[in-house]
C-alpha cells in the first residue's frame, strides 16, 4: 500500500507540475555511486566549454559577487545597451538565489527534492561519451505558457560547487531572456553562451568591435535605427579578409556573431575593405554567412544579396530554433571613415 501511495503521489506530482508546454530547462552531468547516492553534479554546459577547450573559471568567493561580475561581461548580450535586458538579467539572478528558500518566496520557482525531473527534449547535444557512473539528469525545468515558472531539482542543485551553480543561474536566466525576446525553442545558443562567458569572455557593443574603416548598411525597412549590417577588416587575419556583424534585424538578435565565415562566388571577400566596397554596388551579388563551429551562432545561417548596390537580408537559418522572419529589403551601404 505505501508503494502504491507513494507512486500515485508522482503520478499527480507530474501532472500538475509538467502540464504546460515545456520550453526546456537545465541538465547536467551526474556521477552516482554504488548506492545510487550523488557523488558530483557539473552543469552540461559547462562539460561542452571544457570539450570545446574553454576553460571555466569562477574568480569570486561568493555566488552573488561571481553573478555580478558576469552581469557586466553579459549586458551587451545582443551587442547593443539595453536596459531592459541588465534588468531583466540582474532580476532573475537574484531570484534564483533567494526565491523559495522561505526568507523570499516567488511563486515562479518551485525547489523540489526526491523526485527526478522528465528529460526535456530541447538540448539536442548529440552523442557525448561519459563514465560508466554518470549520466545526464534534468536539474531544471522552465516552462513559459503565459508566465514563466521554473522546477529545480535541490537534490542535483545542492551537489553543486560555486563555478557550477552560478553557471546554473546564468543558463536558467539567458534561457528566459531569449524565450522572451527569440521565442527561442532549444539551448544551443544558451548553452554556447554560457561556456563563453563562464570562460572569462564578454560580449561587447557594435561600437566597442568596429575599427574605421567600416561599411555600415541599413534599411528604412528595418525595426530601428541600431538595425544594421557590418562589414569590417579582419585585423587577425595573415592575409586581407573582410567578416560582417549583424546587429538585431526584424527580432534576430544575432549572438557573438564576430567569429563568422564569409562566403561570396561573385565578390571576393579576402580583400582590402576598399575594393570590397566597390564591388557592392556593381551587378547581382549573393553573400553568405555561417556561424563558425566554435561560435555562438554555429548553426546560424544569413543571407545579404544585392542587385545593384540595393541590398535584402534573410535569414535562412538560425542555432535557437526561433521563428525565421520575413526578409529586410531596401538595404544601402556606405563606406565609414
Known sequence: MKVLITALILVLFSHFSFAGQDRGGGKGIVCRGNQNEIQSVELLDIFE?????????????????ELGHILERTKYIFAREDKWVYDALQFDFRSFQECGYGHHYCGFIERIRGVDLPITQDSFE??????????IEQVAIFEHPGNKHWTINMDLVDKMDKMNLTAFILHESLYSLLHSW?????????????????????????????????????????????????????????????????NRIRFSKLINFNDSILKSKEINVNSRLEEFYSNLNSGNIKIEVHGSPNNIEFLSRLRFELKNGIGTFYQDALTGGGPIYAPVGNFKCNLVQ
Not at 532549444?186 to 548553452?191: H, Y
Not at 525595426?223 to 560582417?244: C, G, H, N, R
Open 182 to 246: 527569440e521565442s527561442e525553442e532549444n539551448s544551443l545558443r544558451v548553452r554556447r553562451a554560457v561556456g563563453f562567458i563562464m570562460s572569462g569572455a564578454s560580449f561587447l557593443k557594435t561600437a566597442d568591435i568596429l575599427r574605421k574603416p567600416y561599411i555600415h548598411c541599413a534599411s528604412p525597412e528595418a525595426w530601428d535605427d541600431e538595425d544594421s549590417l557590418y562589414f569590417t577588416q579582419d585585423t587577425s587575419a595573415k592575409i586581407p579578409k573582410v567578416v560582417m556583424y549583424a
Open 126 to 135: 548529440g552523442p557525448i561519451s561519459l563514465p560508466s557512473n554518470c549520466k
Open 49 to 65: 566549454a571544457r570539450l570545446r577547450g574553454q576553460i571555466p573559471v569562477f574568480n569570486s568567493d561568493t555566488v552573488a559577487k
